[in-house]
């Protein structure tokens, strides 16, 4: 049946006083109801801090290497840390170190007496690499949790390219190292011949699992905890704009926050140490094998 369009009324009807009263009231109702439901729409989302943002847009054809809101954290990042070391190590450092000095050596000390551990004395050479990967992530973590920053290990295609490259240069040390041998990684030492093809493909697939899950971990703990927070900050701040009773509820979450930020800061140089040292593991198994 046609409707008109300004009374939401049936077209040829001669309505009563609160018949019209009652369409116009459904027809404000409804109005009002799209209105709250395109808010909820626009209202802030806890994972709108993972999205990338386009700083500079740089673009040839169908390849897009715009500059974003993770590079210029990356930048920053690695800035920081080489203007840091620079600082404490100009001219060899003191003799007697200040505690800026000496927070660069205890995080070398640390490294070192990592690698001795897990790998031993033939991992001495990788400690460039390793002192590098868990400078890197630990410093990215750190900036993710200052306020409107960007927490670059949040995002699967950055664990998952450090990951995956740290996958492919272990593998080809084991290669260096061993040549073909390296495939008896594959299959453990005294295991019965029988189960051999069975072994190897076990074997097979949780080395390749290695590239995923060494990157997956580190995402998925930094996001889960970010988002965490970022859903308890806006349910207490929401409890507060209410007031009344509600204002003083509020503390409760406003309080968890706090805790979990404390627990996240740890979070953020646990996942720091368990990368590097599940690096150290792979790089240990390539160069001694089983």
């Known amino acids: 049946m046609p409707v008109s369009k300004t009374s939401a009324l049936p077209l040829g009807y001669t309505p009563s006083l609160k018949k019209v009263m009652y369409y116009n009231n459904l027809k404000k109702k409804r109005q009002i109801l799209t ?8 209202m802030y989302s806890p994972l709108e801090q ?16 715009s500059f974003t809101n993770s590079s210029l954290i990356m930048l ?22 200040g505690y800026k000095q000496s927070l660069m050596e205890l995080l070398f000390e640390f490294i070192s007496n990592l690698i001795e551990e897990q ?19 630990l410093i990215c973590n750190l900036i993710g949790m200052i306020p409107y920053s960007f927490t670059v290990t949040s995002h699967l295609v950055i664990t998952f390219g450090l990951s995956v490259s740290i996958f492919i240069g272990v593998t080809i040390v084991g290669f ?43 995402f ?28 003083a509820v ?10 979990l930020t404390g627990l996240e800061l740890g979070v953020a140089c646990l996942q720091a140490y368990v990368f590097t040292i599940l690096t150290c593991i792979y790089l240990n198994d390539a160069i001694h094998l089983h």
């Open 35 to 42: 209105q709250e439901v395109l808010k909820q729409k626009d």
């Open 50 to 65: 993972f999205s990338i943002i386009s700083l500079i847009p740089i673009h040839f054809g169908n390849f897009y290497f």
């Open 76 to 97: 920053i990042a690695t800035g920081l840390f080489l203007s840091y070391f620079n600082f404490v190590t100009t001219n060899g450092g003191r003799l007697i170190p």
């Open 119 to 137: 790998i031993g004395k033939q991992g001495k050479r990788f400690f460039p690499l390793i002192f590098t990967i868990f400078s890197f992530i």
């Open 176 to 218: 260096q190292k061993h040549g073909l041998h390296f495939f008896s990684f594959l299959l453990p030492p005294g295991a019965p011949l029988i189960l051999a093809p069975l072994l190897v493909v076990l074997e097979l697939v949780s080395y390749s699992f290695r590239a995923i899950s060494l990157g997956v971990r580190l």
């Open 220 to 247: 998925a703990n930094m996001m889960a905890g970010h988002t965490l927070v970022k859903i308890l900050a806006g349910f207490g701040w929401t409890m507060m704009s209410v007031g009344g009773i509600m204002y």
């Open 250 to 259: 509020s503390l409760i979450p406003m309080g968890i926050v706090f805790a």
